[in-house]
């Protein structure tokens, strides 16, 4: 298994489909990667020599990837937390934010849904 950016990529897949694994890198930018790298992307993960490996890991590290992702991240969504805009509002109250409905839906944020008494159908 070839490890990139502290993950472990498959070896029995598409070179394209295993850099997917990495946080940060979809389809579109695998490609793009390969391409940059001079790397055949149908070439399965373990017939990819160790200079490609390189190679590969030199182009991805221009990207924003994994951890330095997450943070960036994290810190954009704080900062609209402490600025009060909306959408950090809705951070705060574990709200979708943006701009779905609440009124039946929304399981994933607002969590499990609570029981309200005495509210029986006539």
């Known amino acids: ?15 394209v489909i295993s850099l997917t694994y990495i946080y940060g890198i979809g389809h579109s930018l695998a490609k793009e990667i390969c ?3 001079k ?8 017939d990819v020599t160790s ?6 890991r030199n ?9 330095d992702l ?8 704080k900062t609209k937390m402490e600025i009060g805009s909306y959408e950090g509002s809705r951070h705060k109250k574990g709200l979708p934010v943006r701009g779905q409905s609440t009124r039946r839906n929304a399981r994933t944020r607002k969590g499990k849904g609570k029981v309200v ?6």
């Open 117 to 122: 008494a005495n509210k029986k159908k006539i």
């Open 1 to 15: 298994m070839a490890r990139i950016k502290g993950v472990d990529i498959p070896d029995n897949k598409h070179i």
């Open 59 to 67: 182009e991805i590290d221009k990207h924003l990837t994994e951890g």
């Open 51 to 56: 200079d490609e490996i390189v190679k590969l």
């Open 35 to 37: 391409a940059g790298a």
């Open 39 to 46: 790397v055949e992307p149908t070439k399965k993960t373990k």
């Open 70 to 77: 997450r943070r960036e991240i994290k810190m954009n969504i």
